[in-house]
């Protein structure tokens, strides 16, 4: 999976994209104006990763499959791990997790639940895909809170084993001798993005946010597209 890396050359507050593990000069976006207060952050990061966590758990219960329930709780135990580890940090902050997370518990319930597929795999595609957008997201707006956004970084830069997800995926494209999974999927993933895009730009400073020009606003979303055609890539379907 691709990622974003950031590095603070100044005081004031930037949005750096760059893949981890690349080298290479990053795209430094100013975002500073539309960086939200750091327990909005933390509150929306925290609750993310329980989401993943329990669509996760819920396709565990719906799969026959020992096989594949082992490896869908090593991608669930993942996303509850890095949940546990930002909950703590919010603790040692002395704020209160719930409170910082209650705000957000509606809109992304609701943008969980219209990633709920027809069928199971259609399902464990929308967590790959929305998981892999909102991370590089909360990655790269990191870098607007000094420690805290390191701490944050580095927690989501932890293993997801969401490579289990992409092994499940891949087998079923593999299997499928008509083509009809890999165009479904394909298509599907599609309709994923317009959604996560809106979760994300929900994250920022929505005054600041109108007041900024489109084209300026879009460069972020180029990378976050970019990282995501990369993704559908790797598992031979077409972004």
């Known amino acids: 999976m691709v990622n974003w890396f950031w590095k603070r050359r100044t005081p004031r507050r930037t949005l750096a994209l760059r893949s981890r593990g690349e080298q290479g000069t990053a795209t430094r976006v100013d975002f500073a104006e539309l960086a939200p207060e750091l327990t909005r ?82 399902t464990l ?19 607007s809170y000094g420690d805290t956004g390191e701490k944050v970084a580095a927690i989501l830069s932890e293993d997801d084993a969401r490579h289990e997800i992409v092994a499940i995926i891949q087998e079923t494209i593999d299997g499928d001798g008509d083509g009809e999974w890999r165009s479904l999927l394909s298509m599907w993933a599609r309709r994923l993005v317009g959604d996560t895009i809106l979760v994300c730009r929900s994250a920022l400073r929505q005054p600041e946010l109108a007041a900024m020009s489109e084209d300026r606003v879009e460069l972020v979303y180029t990378e976050l597209m970019g990282a995501h055609a990369r993704r559908m890539d790797a598992m031979g379907l077409a972004s």
Not at 88 to 96: N, S
Not at 126 to 138: E, K, N, P, R, S
């Open 125 to 143: 595609l929308a967590v790959y895909i929305t998981a892999g957008m909102l991370d590089d997201f909360y990655f790269a707006l990191a870098s």
């Open 41 to 122: 952050f933390l509150g929306q990061a925290a609750y993310l990763q329980l989401g993943y966590f329990e669509t996760l758990t819920r396709l565990i219960r719906a799969t026959p499959e020992l096989s594949e329930k082992e490896s869908l709780s090593r991608a669930a135990g993942a996303a509850l791990t890095k949940h546990r580890a930002i909950v703590e940090l919010i603790a040692e902050r002395g704020d209160d997790p719930t409170q910082l997370m209650l705000p957000f518990r509606e809109n992304l319930d609701a943008f969980r639940r219209k990633t709920i597929g027809a069928r199971p795999r259609e």
